[in-house]
């Protein structure tokens, strides 16, 4: 089912508009169109998108129709029972705040043989702040299915090996600029110290139409500064290591970045 269909079913659909403090999607001077779902009960508000030119693959998108009943379901779940228990609970007292789930997809790159996506997703289930993340995926046209972009190199150690120091000089130099001052080379403090590039989104990026020359990793709240900090986002050019870790028969479509 379409998610079109979707958002004319029985619930109410949610019109309002997301606040700037949730909002997902990158600022875009002309943004693409969108498949939505969007919903909105007493309990809860659920919105998931997706650009309507991956259409253009009708696997792709019957994959991320899909994909949206799931998630709609599994969150409506969790939602209307957590209130349910909360209403049984403290009988007339204060009930819980409506939670918020958003799913919102990007395209990265689209060479022959992959499509590069960012799925970017928001969750509130009260406390002081929602939390939010970046997932990274890869379609694979041939065989129609979804791929992690991991998978494509021999190991993650060999692909770690391949930027980590690059990796950490960006994301240091990154931390410095948010902070105003360097970050000292013999702290204890684990907001200080280097991660792991291969546990966070890997992006596959392309500045050409035949390959992916370009690897993004997008490190989400608490695992390279506090929650304030938000995001960090390192850009590396795909250089010959990194052509090195992959899996032979991956490396044609990567290209060292001129």
């Known amino acids: 089912?379409?998610?079109?269909?979707?958002?004319?079913?029985?619930?109410?659909?949610?019109?309002?508009?997301?606040?700037a403090s949730a909002t997902l999607d990158p600022s875009l001077a002309d943004p693409p169109e969108?498949?939505?779902?969007?919903?909105k009960t007493d309990n809860y508000t659920f919105e998931y998108r997706y650009p309507k030119s991956l259409a253009r693959d009708s696997r792709l998108s019957d994959y991320l129709d899909q994909d949206s009943e799931k998630e709609y379901t599994k969150f409506s779940t969790e939602a209307d029972r957590d209130h349910a228990d909360?209403?049984?609970i403290t009988e007339n007292g204060p009930r819980l705040l409506a939670y918020d789930y958003q799913v919102h997809w990007s395209e990265e790159a689209d060479i022959p043989a992959f499509i590069s996506l960012t799925q970017h997703?928001?969750?509130?289930?009260g406390g002081a702040h929602g939390i939010h993340g970046t997932k990274s995926w890869i379609w694979d046209k041939s065989n129609k299915t979804m791929v992690e972009p991991l998978t494509l190199f021999r190991s993650a150690e060999a692909f770690n090996q391949a930027l980590q120091i690059e990796f950490c000089e960006q994301l240091n130099d990154q931390r410095a600029e948010k902070r105003g001052q360097p970050?000292?080379?013999?702290?204890?403090?684990?907001?200080?110290?280097?991660?792991?590039?291969?546990?966070?989104?890997?992006i596959l990026g392309s500045t050409t139409v035949d390959s992916f020359d370009i690897i993004k990793i997008n490190v989400g709240p608490y695992a390279a500064g506090p929650y304030v900090e938000g995001d960090y986002e390192i850009d590396l050019s795909v250089t010959k290591a990194i052509m090195a870790s992959l899996k032979p028969a991956y490396r044609k479509y990567f290209a060292v970045k001129r």
């Open 34 to 39: 969108m498949e939505e779902l969007m919903r």
């Open 121 to 125: 997703w928001y969750g509130f289930y």
């Open 86 to 88: 909360t209403a049984a």
């Open 1 to 19: 089912m379409m998610i079109r269909q979707l958002a004319a079913a029985a619930l109410p659909i949610l019109l309002a508009a997301v606040p």
């Open 183 to 202: 970050v000292a080379t013999d702290s204890d403090d684990s907001f200080d110290k280097c991660i792991t590039p291969s546990e966070h989104a890997i």
